[in-house]
């Protein structure tokens, strides 16, 4: 289960690679970086993950003294938690930059953007 | 050509990485010595039955702290690079189709369920997989509903910047208490722990994750404003 997890969220980060490094529109690489994102947050899940064990919420099916043997490790999942809502910032960024470049150019091709290249 | 096999190459060899990460991968048996500390003291210590929202609010609560001021500068950003378009744009340039029938109607009956359900979903952060980031997402989500359905109606961004600031003020406040009150900053011992497994418990932790979820839905709710005000109508 943890592995199947881990394979899709490798090949998320490859395909969000490709599409990223392949297109040539702005707004494209932007939804490929957060496929990437995504492929990234999958495979932290897929580390914490164990065999067996249940989410590490405290109720009835998880009493306090059984915790240590019945839960999963809680610390990937509270930096998941992190690189989701950070991951949301910088594609929120991206975009209101697209839109700024599109603004400037009327182009979202980055081939047009020369001013930095060498 | 080149640039193809090159990209290729690249992938293939990243491949071949992540492949020998992933063969080499063996799951732990059992919980690291960081994981099995949160498992055993969260419920004692800080009464949250939620150990992940134990360990972001409390444990990593400055981590936190950081997270929404990322968030806030991301809002702010956006605010700046879209600010310009705002002014310019003043008489709606044509006739904005009607949005129809079953989105207004719609938005009137599931915007209160909607804002409803993100105000459950941060004040019940410390017992269920929930928390400020998830319910203020949903309370983003409710406001992206009123976009879409009224799209000629200018929101203030005022109502949203007095809640974003009176949120984000609190939030440091408590944190601030904590210092005060019990063992340091953001430590949410200064209520009262409670029973375990109930809403009124886990000392601050409700009362802080509430005011993330404000804040985070406000600072969503103004980044979805202002990428939505650059569309020329």
Redesign the interface.
Known sequence: M??IA??SG?LL??IG??GA??NRNILRMIVAFAVANTGVNLVLVA?G???GRT?????EAVP?AE???R?I???P??LV??A???G???T??M???A??LF?TKGTLDISQYTDLKW | MIKRFTLMLLLAGLGAIFAGLMLDYVPDAELNRTADYYAKNTAADLGAANIVTAIIVTYRGLDTLGEVTVLFLTAAIVGLVLAREKHEQSQPKREHPPTGELLTTGTRLLLPLILLFGAYVFSHGHLTPGGGFQGGAILASGMLLMLLSHPLRRFGHRTIAVVESIAGLAFVFIGVLGIALAGGFLDNRILPIGTLGELVSAGAIPLIYSFVGLKVGAEFSSMLLNLSETEEL
């Open positions: 943890a592995m881990m394979a490798f980060i490859l690679l490709f490094l392949s580390v993950y164990m065999d989410a590490p919420i405290l109720n306090v915790a240590t043997a839960i490790d809680p610390v999942q509270a938690l992190t989701i809502v950070i949301v910032g910088v929120a960024l975009l209101a930059y839109y700024k603004k």
